[in-house]
Every structure is written in C-alpha cells, then in structure tokens.
C-alpha cells in the first residue's frame, strides 16, 4: 500500500515502512540529526529512529545522488536492512548515496556483537510453518483432552470447544500478521510493544518472557519428554489404565531425561539455523502422520468395530445424544476454552524470528493462514477419534490419554508407539521454543535491555581469530552439511545459552501449579496489549504502509476474548494475579535501572542531544 506524496514533498516518490525502518539521518552538520537515546554501547538501529530532516530530500546528500532509484520498489533489499551493530554508518558518507543499515561493510561479517541475524536470512515459508506447527502440536492435544471433556460435558461440546479455541487462536495469529509486515524485525511482542506504546512495555514484555514465560513454558515441556519416555520403557506405564509413579527415584529420573532433552536442543540450535530449521521441519510432518494415525485409527475402530484387544470399542456416540450433560455454567466452559487455547498456544512464533524470513511480508500470512487450519483440522479429528473409541468418562479421567487410546485399541505395543510419539512432538515443540526463546533474548541485547553479551552470534571471543565462520578446524563437508552460509556456529550462543540455564533451573524446581496462572495473567495481558496496539496503530498511521492487512473485527475479537480470560484468571485466582502484577511491577525499577538510568539519570544527558523517535511519524506531517 503506497502513500501519495504531500504537496510539500510533491517531487519525492511514496515510501513503504520497510524503507523507512531502514533509513536514519546522521548527518554531522544537521542540527536535527537523530541521535541515539539509547546509553553507549546499546543499540540504536533497533529503535528505528529517524529525524525530522527526511533522508530522501534532495537537500539530503543520501537523497541527492542520482543513483539512488526513483521507483517504489525494493530492488535494493529493504527488508533485510536492518543492522543492529552500536555505531550506525552514515547514509551521508556512503560511495554511492545509499547503503542499507543492514549490508555488511568491506565483505566481512564480525560475529563478535557487530553482525547481526536479520542481514542473513535463511527461513523459508516451509521453515515457518515447521515453526508454528512444531510449537502449537506440542503436548496439548494429548493431554487437554481431560481437561476440555471434563468441563464441557459432552463429546460434541468438546468438538465446539476446539474449534472456536482454534479460531480464537487464528485471530490473534492474523493480527500478528500485520503487525509483523508492518514491523519485519526479530522479536516479536517487545518490538510492537517497545515501538507502539514505549521501551518500558517492550522491557516488561521481555522481563516477563525471558525470565518466567519462556523458560516456563519450555520446562514444562521437558519434563513431559522425561516422562512419556519413562512411561514408554516403564512396563507398568503402558497398561490401558496407567498409573502415575510418584516415587522419588522415577521423578528424579524424569527430571534428568528432561535436562538431558534440553541439553541436547539446545547444542542443536546452537550449531547453527540450518540444523534448527530442518530439524522443525522433520517434526511438523511427524506430528501430522502421529495425528493423522491415530485418526485413521479411531475411524477405522469405528467402521470395522473391532481392535487388536479384548477391549469393546466405545458404543456410546452411537446410542446417545453428542450433546447430552452439556454444562450449562460459563464457568465450566471458561475453563475448557483456557485448556483449548494452551493446547494452541505458539502461534506467534515466527514473530520472534521473523527478521530471519527471506521474503517476511509475504510469508508471514501465509505461514499463519496455512499453519492455522491444519492444525485445527488436525486437533478435531484427533478428538472425534478419540471419542469413537474411549468413553466420555475414560477421557476425561486420563492425562495421557494417546497412551490410553493405543493401549485400548493395539496393547501395550501400541501404548509404547503412541509414548514415544508423544516424546518425539515433545522434543520438537522443546526445539521451536529453544530456539524463539533465544531470539527474544537476542533481540532484547541488541534492543539495550540485557548485557550487550547476549545479543552477540557465536562464542563471545575478543580475539576475531576465533570467528566461527573462519574457523579452519571446522572440516568444510561437516560445515556445508550442518553449517549456515558463514559456517558453523552463526546463532546467538550466548542468548541460548542464558535460557537453556533459566529452563533448566524450572525443571529441578519442578512446581507449576503457579506458572499456569502466570502465564494466562501476563502472558494474556501482553497478547492484549499488542493487538490493541495494532488498532492504536491504524489510528495514529492510518497510511503506514501493511503489507498484509487482517479485517478490523479480527483484533476486535481477540481482545475481546483476552479480557474474558484475563477476568476469569483474577477472579479465581487473586492472590496468584497479585504475584503476577507484582512480578511485572518489579520490572519497572529494573527498567529504570538498565536502559532509562543510563541515559544520564534522571532525564539528563551528558553532551547529547535530546531526540524524538520519529519511526511512526508519517513523513510530509507537519511538526
């Protein structure tokens, strides 16, 4: 969507958001120049700052070569202009009036701090959709089934519920979509939060993420990769009926096959985007074959009613109402719709890494708008299978109902085969999260919120012999086969590195009874803001240019559901919701400290200039 060019501009041609997210005035001799707000040694490109002198006039020398084309369009790769390196290169000075911030300079990449993830991507669509379907299909559909059941009521309820968790899922989903046009840069929610509402709503994002949400969500993950493996080698596991061990020595031994998963993912994304990617990409169609068996299996009971056991196939979708013992209190259905949406949680996954996207723009929705209704499609007939074959009662009264369901139907082998699936959708869920949580904290380094270590790609080394890409022991076959373009090891090690310790840490505490609540407060809470921020968005720039635009009810909605959600939360639970609001509250000094402090304390500043952030102010606007 171009913008028509102002009469006080009338000699300049439209500008899209990606060109002017990658564009900024340092002219020296400009006493409007932009300069950084950001304290010394934190990134500045990451704020898009842009001054009030627009650095296509003509009166710009950027703006003033000939060479510069005149045409909208992007032949000069916008999208992948985004350089995250502390000292921007002055559009000024540049040979040919023009150089994207992201171009590496003299043909070198430094890894140590100065290269940056978003100038070399690697992400295909293919690749996306590995990474929302490889985070949504995680546990969930084997495991909220007893949870949905129990408070619906009834199979078809439970249908009814899946599908509008789905949808609701999909709406959020979409809004994320325009918003990720709008702004193409790794992130996700703090980089909306951060440019829509301020640093400090981007920051509490992070604290929140980084620190609960993130490594939360990914050891709770674990911990059911170490006990579907247990189960599957555990004889008493893998009976129809199977029954928790509690023991001390099983659930330690869960707690190290969970440590020893993460372990090994995190080596994986630390190797390099190449193995992270294909690896997701493995797992998405593993999950589809392990849902679309157990489908195929359900189906196939029914139709033939017979299985390899001495067990009955369940009668009842046959001789009673889908309907009958619908709960009729809103409470119930609140609490099923929760344990829907969990189930779909990850839906905004390739937000955080979508800097990395060959063609983000046109990618994102279509990732988004296919990933979505397969694995709705997917969660439903894994539903409907499981209600033609077990009773209402045997699923609602089972957490591990895939083992239930193959134990009912095959015998214990079958129990063993659906555990391992189960372990196996683990383990790739565990990649997808590994690898977007140490984008977040990539990004947050290089947005000036965590120690500029993180935000650095490789080991941290001051010696630049030590740069990965030219490593000479690496053997170039090995390179080729696992590396990136620029070899072995090109990923945010440190970021990673810092999560996996934080995930880890969850998993020997071992108590999530509380993050649950958390999660549904703050995570909800931020997912509110950052859709609310796309309508505060189309307000205040109505002709930023979206690349992909979702209808206006589809934001409407999500906020909508998310504020039903977050009410329910409090009011069930209100002291958790203050440990919550407490917990984000404490982010606030800790912001003050890391990023506003070291801006001269207090509003001050040393021998800098005040500056505006002007990314969102519409040029030819007055003011």
């Avoid at 157990?294 to 196939?313: E, H």
């Avoid at 296919?370 to 699923?395: D, E, G, H, N, R």
């Avoid at 189960?422 to 140490?438: M, P, Q």
């Amino acid at each position: 969507m171009s913008r028509a060019p102002t009469s006080a501009k009338s000699n300049q041609r439209p500008r899209d958001s990606l060109e002017l997210a990658s564009l900024a005035s340092t002219t020296p001799t400009s006493s409007n120049a932009s300069r950084s707000s950001s304290p010394s040694g934190i990134s500045s490109s990451r704020k898009l700052s842009l001054s009030a002198e627009d650095p296509l006039s003509t009166s710009n020398p950027a703006g003033a070569t000939p060479q510069r084309p005149l045409t909208h369009s992007r032949s000069f790769s916008v999208s992948s202009a985004f350089d995250f390196a502390s000292n921007l290169f002055p559009l000024s000075t540049t040979a040919a009036g023009y150089a994207s911030l992201g171009s590496a300079q003299n043909g070198t990449l430094d890894i140590d701090g100065g290269g940056s993830l978003e100038k070399h991507k690697s992400i295909t669509y293919l690749n996306g959709l590995s990474l929302i379907i490889g985070m949504i299909i995680g546990s969930g559909i084997f495991s909220s089934p007893a949870q949905i059941t129990t408070n619906a009521g009834s199979p078809g309820a439970s249908l009814i519920v899946w599908l509008v968790a789905g949808l609701l899922a999909w709406t959020g989903a979409a809004s994320f979509a325009e918003l990720g046009g709008a702004i193409p840069l790794n992130g996700g929610a703090q980089v909306y939060l951060a440019k829509i509402f301020g640093d400090l709503f981007g920051f509490l994002f992070t604290w929140c993420s980084v620190f609960v949400l993130k490594p939360g969500s990914a050891a709770i993950i674990s911990i059911i990769f170490g006990e579907y493996i247990v189960r599957a080698f555990n004889p008493s596991s893998t009976s129809a009926d199977p029954l928790p061990d509690t023991s001390s020595s099983i659930i330690w031994i869960n707690k190290g096959i969970s440590l020893l998963g993460l372990t090994l993912v995190t080596a994986l994304n630390c190797i390099s985007t190449k193995l992270t990617t294909r690896t997701s990409d493995f797992f998405m169609f593993f999950k589809f074959l392990a849902l679309l068996s157990i489908a195929f299996i359900g189906i196939m009971v029914a139709i033939t009613n017979r299985t390899l056991t001495s067990y009955a196939p369940n009668q009842d979708w046959k001789t009673e109402s889908w309907f009958a013992g619908t709960s009729r209190n809103p409470s119930n259905w609140a609490v099923a719709l929760y344990a829907g949406l969990w189930a779909f949680d990850g839906w905004d996954n390739t937000n955080f890494v979508l800097g990395e996207f060959r063609n983000p723009t046109r990618d994102l929705p279509r990732v988004i708008h296919t990933a979505m209704p397969l694995v709705i499609l997917s969660y439903l007939l894994a539903t409907l299978s499981y209600t033609l074959v077990l009773p209402s009662k045997t699923i609602a009264s089972s957490n591990t109902i895939a083992v239930t369901f193959g134990a009912r139907v095959i015998g214990p082998a079958g129990a063993l085969i659906l555990a391992l699936m189960v372990a196996a959708s683990c383990f790739g869920a565990l990649n997808v999260t590994t690898f977007t949580s140490g984008r977040l904290v990539y990004a947050a380094a290089k947005e000036g919120f965590f120690p500029s270590i993180f935000g650095t790609l490789g080991m941290p080394s001051s010696s630049s012999s030590s740069h990965l890409h030219n490593n000479q022991n690496t053997p170039s076959r090995l390179s080729r086969l696992l590396g990136d373009a620029h070899g072995i090891g090109f990923t945010p090690i440190p970021a990673m590195t810092f999560n996996a310790l934080l995930t880890a840490a969850y998993v020997l505490v071992g108590e999530f009874g509380t993050l649950v609540t958390f999660y549904g407060v703050a995570g909800y809470s931020f997912y509110f803001l950052t859709v609310l921020g796309l309508l505060v968005l189309r307000a205040r720039e109505p002709r930023l240019e979206r690349p992909y635009r979702t209808w206006l009810s589809t934001p409407i909605i999500f906020c909508c559901v998310s504020l039903f959600l977050l009410s329910r939360a409090v009011f069930a639970k209100p002291v958790q919701a203050l440990v919550v609001v407490a917990f984000v509250a404490a982010g606030v000094p800790v912001y003050w400290w890391r990023v506003r402090g070291k801006d001269g304390g207090g509003g001050s500043r040393t021998g800098r200039e005040e500056v505006e952030w002007r990314f969102w102010r519409r040029w030819g606007r007055g003011g």
